[in-house]
């Protein structure tokens, strides 16, 4: 069992609310874009594969980024600590 530090904001919109849920995470990935037709972009990583895990402890109307995100956030982003505990 591991413990995954993550932090939490929260966001407002000065229009009609619209339920949003983001997590977001830092880091070395890779991307491709694949098809002719309909082209898609893919991003495969270890910060994806976090992001994807942080993403289901978000409530409403918030974001979660992870421990690498918010040292790069300069300190005038106002978040709290939120502990994640992984299987």
Same mark, same amino acid.
């Given at each position: 069992?591991?413990?995954?530090?993550?932090?939490?904001?929260?966001?407002?919109?000065?229009?009609?609310?619209?339920?949003?849920?983001?997590? !977001?995470?830092?880091?070395?990935?890779?991307?491709?874009?694949?098809? @002719? @037709?309909? #082209?898609?972009?893919? !991003?495969?990583?270890? #910060?994806?594969?976090?992001?994807?895990?942080?993403?289901?402890?978000? @409530?409403?109307?918030?974001?979660? *980024?992870?421990? @690498?995100?918010?040292?790069?956030? #300069?300190?005038?982003?106002? *978040?709290?600590?939120?502990? *994640?505990?992984?299987?």
């Amino acid at each position: 069992s591991s413990s995954v530090k993550v932090y939490h904001f929260s966001f407002y919109v000065m229009f009609e609310a619209l339920p949003s849920q983001i997590s !977001i995470e830092t880091g070395p990935v890779i991307g491709c874009v694949t098809g @002719t @037709t309909i #082209p898609k972009l893919g !991003i495969v990583g270890t #910060p994806v594969d976090h992001a994807g895990v942080i993403i289901l402890h978000v @409530t409403g109307d918030s974001i979660i *980024v992870g421990p @690498t995100t918010r040292s790069c956030l #300069p300190a005038m982003y106002k *978040v709290r600590e939120l502990f *994640v505990s992984g299987d």
